[in-house]
């Protein structure tokens, strides 16, 4: 048996050469003398946006109060990806060591120390 051509938008397409994933789409452009269309064959996914809703005016309290959650939300991300690497990850000796750096303070060391000779030479 012979495949049945596809009706597609005025136009016939044999069912070989049309895929799953092929879609057809016509444009009429404006302002031409002769009526004419212009058939585009697209390969792949077709994803279709629709939005709505309504328009409002612009109010700089719900803009700050939007920032000032979007900046508590950061914070609380923050606090609990550092409470997960410092009290449940393996590696959280490490990390404690590197987040919580100790630094000796120069002054207390003795005058015989060559780091606190130097520091105190370039005052």
Not at 6 to 30: D, G, K, M
Not at 57 to 71: C, E, H, M, N, Y
Not at 80 to 108: C, I, M, N, S, W
């Amino acid at each position: 048996t012979t495949p049945q051509p596809h009706q597609h938008r005025n136009c016939t397409l044999h069912p070989a050469t049309r895929t799953p994933l092929s879609t057809l789409h016509t444009a009429y452009p404006p302002l031409t003398p002769l009526v004419q269309r212009q058939l585009f064959k697209a390969f792949g996914v077709r994803l279709v946006f629709v939005v709505s809703g309504t328009a409002g005016k612009f109010s700089i309290v719900p803009l700050l109060v939007a920032l000032g959650a979007g900046a508590g939300l950061l914070s609380l991300a923050t606090l609990a990806a550092d409470f997960l690497a410092l009290k449940v990850l393996q590696g959280r000796k490490l990390y404690a060591r590197h987040k919580y750096e100790t630094v000796e303070d120069p002054t207390e060391h003795d005058s015989d120390d060559e780091e606190t000779s130097l520091i105190q030479s370039r005052r």
